[in-house]
């Protein structure tokens, strides 16, 4: 019971109390008057911390009150010449190009990195964030070392010699309640994996309120709300909230490139995608890959009446999916979204707080873990029970006025970690398969052979921080490679 004396006085719980009856959701309080002090404190300063009017607003306009649906509903294949492709040989100089750009733009510190890394590895049977993740490589390196390191050597490519000022990309980690304190610790325990700390910036995605089919604020406990992730869209306002954009501003950066943790072959700070959408003016931009097949259940970027959009497989009919660009076998929508992103700076901080309020959320109903407000039961839900609102990333792309889209090989840039191991797909056994293969190719694009034992899977892997994609290598050039070594010095290696 709250019997010493809280952090809050009487004056300022009626005063909340009052919010939340207005609102019609003063059940919240059911058990206050039972709570011990400590409990009692924490949902007085949780209550306090959500605005419980814009919440239920979101609500209204979602579930009780939804925009209209549009009369008619028009999609469109992208336009042949509104995107490029790095898989077109024709286009190697302009390749070139675009790297160059970009390696000019992270040599004059104008690019940081934003990492989506909210997750924790539940599929993958670990309640750790997704990024400690290890996913057999021969260095035992896990998910964020990996990227860290390609950030390293990615500096090395574009700090300029002959100065004693030296690139630096900011790396900003979007974590959540659950993954926060242990992402922090990894990182410190890792020493920033070779990165100065101060280089890098934390923040929290938020979070929402979880609501009953009636509108209904769920208590997760009797003392605390049930709240869940905003959804990968909640990034923008987070962004702000936390100070990162200002952050970023106070140091000069233009060009910003976002990606999720789970993707084992991002090239981070990716040079050809920055330079490319620098170079076309664009305020916004994403790199897609071809679709395996015309039924792969993935969403594709295209027209929704005139706009830029994320349209789901099931939004497309079979008649389309198997269409084909005239006088090609290629497939009309075929541009498989990949949740990699470029933003101008300008974009962030001026153009998305103006978008956003014109967003609408998305409902997921969910079964939520709750306290029954009449009993104070415990609910464990065998069917959806609730509500949890949320917003894509993507759901800015219909107000951009500016879009690249690139698109690039599936085997050297997207090996996604979602399922559990031994599922086959898109699991821990296939993103190790995909990034020693992609280092076996290393090798060999620079004129090496990696003497592979039939029936035998290699154990093949080139550090990062010897080379972020291929460069570097010439050496290599002639000799053949023991297929199981993890090479860390280009001048140290095992051959045959």
């Known amino acids: 019971m709250v019997q010493s004396t809280p952090s809050f006085t009487s004056e300022s719980l009626a005063a909340l109390k009052k919010r939340y009856a207005d609102a019609s959701q003063a059940h919240v309080f059911k058990f206050f008057d039972d709570l011990e002090d400590e409990a009692a404190t924490a949902l007085f300063e949780q209550l306090s911390s959500i605005d419980i009017e814009r919440c239920n607003e979101f609500f209204d306009r979602t579930v009780r009150n939804p925009a209209p649906l549009e ?82 050597r990615l500096q090395e490519i574009a700090s300029d010699k002959d100065s004693a000022t030296k690139a630096i ?62 959804g990968n869209g909640g990034i923008y306002e987070a962004l702000r909230l936390s100070g990162a954009l200002d952050w970023l501003r106070n140091r000069g950066v233009e060009h910003i490139h976002s990606y999720c943790v789970d993707n084992c072959l991002v090239r981070v700070a990716d040079p050809t995608f920055i330079g490319y959408a620098a170079l076309r003016g664009a305020e916004c931009g994403a790199l897609v890959v071809p679709k395996k097949s015309w039924d792969e259940p993935v969403g594709v970027i295209c027209l929704r ?44 901080q001026k153009r998305v707080p103006d978008i956003e309020s014109r967003l609408e959320h998305h409902v997921a109903k969910k079964k939520i873990k709750c306290v029954d407000i009449e009993s104070g039961a415990q609910i464990a839900p065998t069917k959806p029970n609730g509500i949890k609102l949320e917003r894509f990333v993507f759901d800015v792309f219909p107000y951009v006025q500016r879009m690249a889209i690139l698109e690039v090989d599936r085997k050297d840039q997207f090996s996604p970690l979602k399922n559990a191991p031994g599922s086959g797909v898109d699991c821990p056994e296939t993103s190790r398969s995909d990034l020693i293969q992609q280092c076996i190719r290393f090798a060999e694009d ?39 070594q993890l090479i860390t010095d280009i001048n140290s290696v095992a051959t045959v």
């Open 446 to 484: 620079a004129g090496a052979r990696v003497q592979l034992v039939e029936g035998q899977e290699p154990s093949f892997e080139i550090s990062a921080l010897v080379s972020y994609a291929g460069e570097g290598l010439e050496s290599l050039k002639g000799k053949t490679l023991v297929a199981d």
């Open 305 to 348: 009446n005139g706009h830029y959009s994320v349209v789901e497989y099931s939004e497309i009919s079979e008649d389309m999916a198997r269409m084909t660009r005239e006088g090609t076998s290629q497939l009309a929508y075929n541009a498989g979204n990949i949740c990699n992103h470029f933003y101008t700076l300008d974009f962030l």
């Open 169 to 230: 990309i900011p790396w900003l980690v979007m974590t959540s309640g659950p993954t926060s304190a242990a992402t922090q610790k990894k990182f410190a325990d890792e020493d920033y994996f070779g990165l100065n700390p101060n280089d890098v910036f934390f923040f929290n995605q938020g979070v929402l309120p979880c609501f009953d089919f009636d509108g209904k604020i769920m208590l997760e406990q009797p003392g605390k709300v049930a709240v869940a992730p905003d």
């Open 71 to 152: 009369d008619s509903v028009q999609l469109e294949p992208l336009a042949s010449d509104s995107f490029a492709s790095t898989l077109d040989s024709a286009q190697a100089d302009a390749n070139a190009e675009w790297r160059a750009e970009g390696i000019r733009l992270i040599r004059e510190n104008k690019v940081a990195v934003i990492l989506l890394a909210g997750g924790q590895g539940t599929r993958l049977g670990s309640s750790a964030p997704k990024g400690c993740y290890d996913i057999g490589l021969p260095s035992g390196k896990c998910l964020f070392e990996i990227q860290a390191e390609r950030i390293r």
